[in-house]
């Protein structure tokens, strides 16, 4: 009797053996290299994508109802970057060109969390997640929706700061009344309550206006539903009392009396990384601080007009003078110009040069980091945003949008500054990994790897061509990256020989709605 049951528990698994071989994948990446963060798995491999997700990688030979030759590639995880905020069709466009499959405006956020999320669903090339909007919110309570807030995302923010400043409105730009903050947190809390995946806080735009009471009160508040306060601090520069570290310095604080989840946005231009990325790597992993830190690969950010960041006494302290201001045709600025786009135009975007070139390989190779790229929306000549088939030549803006990922592949390619592996972790797993446990996004266990079982957003690129070709000059901010000819998003390929196609399988990333 038992060899009977033997012989027909031997016959099934060989059937299902069978039936495993027999299988038509929707996608098989066969010949590439295929590279996992997590794992460490490094091997000429073949990837069997079904249902959306990645159904087998193996030498074995598979079958798909599309194949993608990935001779001579990488086959990497889809990329995810934490501060991306171009949200529109045309920047979604431009990620996927570069690998990003992930993009998320978590620095600012969005107003109506819920609003934000129904007018992406099942619009969207990318997945997609926000946080709830700090500042916004801060508009909307404190000088109400007449000031510029119709929509919930970035292209929206220069109109709301220049009608805040211009009519003397206060959200951008006073200190609130304990009522206010009272209505501000209650706000906040709603955003949070239907799914924002945590609070999105630029404090360091807002200096004078927020007092450290109601920042540690943002970082509560995220706290108390164990969400991650997406902070860009308080100070930037060199010259005491107001050094960069110093703001860093505040919120991390808060994160540890909270024992809240806390990302420190765009270390770099901030200045003094090489204290403030080792103290945020020493309280993460020595002391058990829920924090981490991001930096991106530019010597130069951009900002709006209007903000604190270019006051007068902060430009000293990063050792910048007018000239080293720049339209974003790239104009150089003039004392003239400074003090009327500062009073007439503060919703005017600017590129500001304040970091040494040579320093970018060094800071993207500290360990701990996350890259990411600060990505913002891409204006035409009269500062509207672009449609999604715009010309990349006519597109207004900073490089880090288009270019991000192919920069910083190439410049481990030229400079060795960090493996190969390190740097494709930093861009997917490393995001993956904290946003899952230190912020509780159960979803990114499923994101920046390339493993059985896993969403498949994959990359796949030629580590010899890969590079950005967006630079600085005018009508080339927008110029997409090369050498990454293939994307698939959730199992859905996006990017084929190059060119993006008009399918939509973006997903969200969501807390639960709590009524």
Not at 253 to 270: G, I, K, R, S
Not at 346 to 353: A, D, N, Q
Not at 395 to 417: D, F, I, M, Q, Y
Not at 490 to 496: M, S
């Amino acid at each position: 009797m038992r060899l009977v049951i033997s012989v027909c528990v031997g016959l099934f698994f060989s059937m299902l053996s069978h039936f495993a071989i027999a299988v038509t994948y929707d996608v098989v990446i066969k010949n590439g290299r295929v590279m996992d963060p997590e794992t460490s798995f490094d091997a000429i491999a073949n990837v069997g994508v079904l249902g959306g997700k990645i159904a087998e990688i193996t030498t074995e030979s598979i079958t798909g109802t599309e194949t993608i030759d990935a001779s001579g590639h990488i086959v990497s995880p889809g990329f995810i970057d934490t501060h991306a905020h171009g949200v529109d069709p045309f920047s979604s466009k431009l990620y996927l060109l570069d690998g990003l499959t992930t993009p998320m405006d978590m620095e600012l956020g969005a107003r109506d969390v819920d609003k934000w999320y129904r007018e992406r669903a099942g619009k969207s090339q990318v997945n997609y997640a926000t946080t709830v909007s700090h500042t916004l919110a801060r508009i909307h309570v404190m000088d109400g929706d007449e000031a510029g807030l119709a929509a919930n995302d970035i292209i929206d923010l220069d109109a709301a700061v220049e009608a805040s400043q211009k009519t003397g409105r206060r959200g951008w730009s006073q200190l609130a009344s304990k009522e206010e903050l009272d209505q501000l947190m209650a706000y906040m809390d709603k955003g949070l309550r239907q799914g924002a995946i945590g609070i999105g806080n630029i404090t360091g735009h807002l200096k004078e206006a927020v007092t450290a009471a109601e920042q540690y009160r943002v970082q509560e508040l995220a706290g108390k539903y164990g969400r991650v306060t997406d902070v860009h601090s308080r100070f930037i520069g060199i010259l005491p009392p107001t050094t960069g570290a110093i703001g860093i310095q505040e919120s991390l604080a808060n994160a540890v009396a909270l024992d809240a989840p806390l990302l420190m946005a765009h270390l770099n231009p901030h200045m003094e990384w090489e204290f403030t990325i080792p103290l945020i790597n020493t309280m993460r992993e020595k002391v058990g601080v829920k924090v981490w830190g991001e930096v991106y690969p530019w010597g130069a950010g951009s900002g709006l007009a209007g903000s604190a960041t270019i006051a007068e006494k902060q430009m000293r302290s990063m050792g910048m003078t007018y000239s080293d201001i720049t339209t974003l045709d790239g104009t150089p600025w003039t004392k003239e110009m400074y003090d009327d786009k500062r009073v007439n135009h503060p919703g005017e975007r600017f590129i500001g040069y304040m970091n040494p070139p040579e320093d970018i390989v060094k800071w993207l190779a500290m360990p701990g980091v996350t890259i990411i790229s600060d990505g913002g929306s891409y204006k035409d000549k009269d500062n509207k945003p672009l449609a999604w088939d715009a010309p990349y030549e006519n597109a207004l803006g900073h490089p880090r949008g288009a270019g991000s990922r192919g920069k910083v592949l190439r410049l481990v390619r030229e400079t060795k500054n960090m493996p190969l592996m390190e740097a494709i972790s930093k861009m997917s797993y490393m995001h993956a990994k904290y946003l899952a446990e230190l912020g509780g996004i159960m979803q990114f266990n499923n994101k920046g790897r390339l493993q059985k079982g896993k969403d498949a957003d994959i990359v796949v690129f030629d580590p010899k061509t890969v590079t950005e070709n967006s630079t600085y000059k005018l009508g080339e901010g927008a110029l997409p990256s090369s050498g990454i000819p293939y994307v698939l998003v959730n199992g859905v390929i996006v990017v084929k020989d190059s060119v993006v196609q008009k399918v939509y399988p973006g997903k969200p990333i969501r807390f639960d709605v709590i009524n």
